[in-house]
C-alpha cells in the first residue's frame, strides 16, 4: 500500500481551524485554543523572524501533520542564529507515513537557509519509539535541557 502524498507548507490564517484540532493530537488535555484574532496575530509575529513559522503538512485538503520553527538571532557563533522546533505532531490515524520526518525535514532545510548554525528541540516523552523517532530524523541526544515553567498564582479562599 502507498502512503497518501502530502504537500508541505507554511500555514495560514485559514489553517487555524484544522490546525487547533490537530493539536489536540499532541496534547488532548491542553487550554483552550486563544481567540481567532489572537492566533492570526501570533502567525504573524512568528513570520517576522526570517526562516522562523508553523509548517504544516496536507494530505486532500487535511493538516495531518505540523511544527513549528523559531530562527533566533545569536550574538555568539559569529552571529549565526539558531533553530528551535516546538509543537511536532502527526494526526494519530496518519502515523507511520513519514510525514513527521518530512516536517522536520523542511523545517531542517528552513533552518540552514535562514543560517542557523544548529537546530535543537525538546520533548516530554521517553518513550522509546518517540526517542527512537526523532534520532531517525537526524537529531542526537547530546544536550541536558532544562525548563522552568510559570506557577499560575493559588486561587484565594
Known amino acids: 500500500m502507498t502512503s497518501p502524498t502530502l504537500a508541505v507548507r507554511q500555514a495560514s490564517d485559514q489553517d487555524l481551524p484544522q490546525l487547533f484540532d490537530l493539536y489536540r493530537h ?3 488535555e491542553d487550554a ?6 489572537v492566533a492570526r496575530g501570533i502567525l504573524k509575529q ?6 522562523s513559522g508553523v509548517f504544516v503538512g496536507e494530505v486532500a485538503g ?3 501533520a505540523s511544527c513549528t520553527l523559531i530562527v533566533i538571532p545569536n550574538l555568539t557563533r ?14 494519530t490515524d496518519f502515523r507511520q507515513h513519514g ?3 518530512r516536517l522536520l525535514d523542511h523545517a531542517a532545510e528552513a533552518a540552514w537557509e535562514a543560517g542557523c548554525y544548529k537546530l535543537m528541540l525538546m520533548t516530554g516523552s521517553h518513550r522509546p519509539e ?3 523517532f526523532y534520532q531517525d ?4 541526544q547530546s544536550k541536558t535541557g532544562f525548563q522552568k515553567r510559570r506557577v499560575p498564582p493559588r486561587p484565594e479562599g
Open 26 to 28: 499532541l496534547n488532548p
Open 78 to 91: 559569529g552571529g549565526n542564529p539558531y533553530g528551535l522546533i516546538e509543537n511536532v505532531v502527526t494526526h
Open 99 to 101: 510525514f513527521g520526518r
Open 46 to 51: 512568528l513570520s517576522r523572524y526570517e526562516g
Open 32 to 37: 483552550p485554543p486563544p481567540a481567532p484574532d
Open 62 to 64: 487535511t493538516l495531518v
Open 137 to 140: 530524523a537526524g537529531f542526537e
Open 130 to 132: 518517540v526517542l527512537r
